[in-house]
């Protein structure tokens, strides 16, 4: 079972936004999927249950110590998403399983500045510190025409320790798909294969690193 873990100090940053979107394209490649939702708001468990009967089904459980006992024997991929502001003693019951973290950002200086004090954090834990989870980045709900954007992402890669595998752009296809359950994977459209291939580096990221 391949486990990806979604995480930031930050709120807001689109967590569920990742967890959802890797979701829909792991269920539409065939592959038994499932949510671990250690947030308290429990949105990506509201959204598995919006998940209509018409696309492949996705597995959610609440987040807790015994939560991957609670998973099928058939998991195959499970994202785990948490709660904004988590430290180190809150992902313990996670990291164990974790495969890959991902630490979404928003092109911000504030969300930049609170996400190094985290990937602080995440240097500090064991596995991360011997090179045997791998940790990267993902600039969120950008806007790739703008200098803010470019800059950002920029600053992103010169200050992180860890490196920028994805810039998704800011789009409202994802907050429309959200509340139907569905995620860009779920299409095969033209509109939205641009989106589509925003998220291919990331995934390719994923295969390589595990």
């Not at 998940?51 to 994202?79: C, H, K, Y």
């Not at 313990?92 to 609170?114: C, G, Q, R, T, W």
């Not at 994802?174 to 860009?184: E, N, P």
């Amino acid at each position: 079972m391949l486990t990806t873990l979604v995480a930031s100090s930050k709120g807001g940053c689109g967590k569920t936004t990742l967890v959802t979107q890797l979701a829909t394209h792991w269920a539409q490649a065939g592959k038994q999927t499932a949510i671990v939702d250690a947030d308290r708001q429990q949105s990506s468990l509201r959204w598995v249950s919006r998940r209509p009967e018409n696309v492949p089904g996705v597995t959610a459980v609440e987040g807790s110590r015994r939560a991957f006992d609670r998973l099928p024997a058939d998991i195959q991929r499970t994202i785990v998403d948490t709660p904004a502001g988590v430290g180190e003693k809150e992902l313990e019951p996670y990291l164990e399983k974790a495969d890959v973290i991902l630490v979404p950002v928003l092109p911000s200086h504030f969300d930049l500045d609170a996400t190094l004090d985290f990937l602080a954090v995440l240097q500090a834990i064991p596995r991360v510190k011997r090179g045997k989870l791998p940790v990267a980045l993902v600039g969120n709900r950008l806007k790739p025409w703008t200098n803010a954007s470019q800059a950002a992402v920029a600053e992103l890669g010169e200050r992180a320790p860890f490196p920028v595998v994805a810039e998704l752009r800011d789009s409202q296809a994802y907050v429309l798909l959200t509340a139907l359950g569905k995620g860009i994977f779920d299409y095969h459209s033209e509109n939205v294969r641009g989106h589509q291939d925003d998220w291919a580096k990331l995934l390719r990221w994923i295969k390589r690193s595990t």
